[in-house]
């Protein structure tokens, strides 16, 4: 079975440009995640979506990001415009909506913001 | 907020060393999970323990819960290169009557075993 798929694997771009990162999580999994992972704040979690609803946005920097399901199948992460502050690697992560919260973390988006 | 200390950030051990890494927390958790994440990857499930006091092994590690559900600990028994990576806790806290899953994760502990 496939597992999280995250695309581009690697994105390099310049200050103040759109960046758009997707996820495909896996299949009969309800529950998406966002996270941020950098050496000074490790693991973060963005936003996180249950059947396609956002639940908790609170870990979105700014309105610079915005997140979006719009089907159980492919969710989307944007920021404009982006900032050299953005730089990290950027995990989709899902899970079935039962059991402990055990989550299957996508390969990563490795941002550069120049 | 809740939030998890893990500790060391950094260890760096020759190989056949034991070592353990805490994870602690002033909040409850229904339960905690142990991630390894290699270079390049995501961060991968090695454990979830759930009751108070609870003691899982895994091979060469062993996991266990603190009896309150607030902290955790993980301890390799000679260690082996291959053992090299980041080590995550994770606590999750069901929010009301419903179960997310939404995880509180903790800074991680970079692992580097010598041959």
């Known amino acids: 079975d496939a597992g999280v798929i995250q695309s581009p694997r690697h994105e390099v771009t310049e200050m103040g440009q759109e960046v758009t990162l997707r996820c495909k999580p896996i299949s009969g999994h309800n529950s998406l995640f966002w996270y941020r992972q950098t050496m000074m704040r490790g693991l973060e979690l963005l936003i996180y979506?249950?059947?396609?609803?956002?639940?908790?946005d609170s870990g979105m920097p700014e309105d610079r990001f915005s997140a979006k399901m719009p089907n159980a199948s492919f969710s989307t992460l944007k920021i404009q415009p982006s900032e050299p502050r953005d730089s990290a690697v950027y995990f989709c992560a899902s899970t079935k909506r039962e059991g402990f919260g055990e989550q299957f973390f996508g390969p990563g988006t490795r941002l550069t913001v120049l | 907020t809740q939030l998890l200390e893990q500790s060391p950030q950094f260890l760096s051990i020759q190989e056949g060393e034991n070592l353990t890494v805490y994870c602690n927390s002033s909040s409850v958790f229904s339960s905690l999970q142990w991630y390894r994440q290699e270079p390049g990857e995501g961060p991968v499930l090695l454990v979830t323990?759930?009751?108070?006091?609870e003691v899982k092994k895994l091979k060469r590690l062993t996991f266990q819960f603190g009896d309150a559900r607030k902290d955790s600990s993980l301890h390799i028994t000679a260690a082996q290169p291959g053992d090299t990576g980041l080590y995550l806790c994770?606590?999750?806290?069901?929010?009301?009557?419903?179960?997310?899953?939404?995880?509180?994760f903790g800074q991680g502990t970079i692992l580097t075993v010598h041959p």
């Open positions: 979506f249950n059947n396609n609803v956002p639940i908790d």
């Open positions: 994770a606590g999750l806290a069901n929010a009301g009557g419903t179960s997310y899953g939404k995880l509180t």
């Open positions: 323990v759930v009751t108070g006091g």
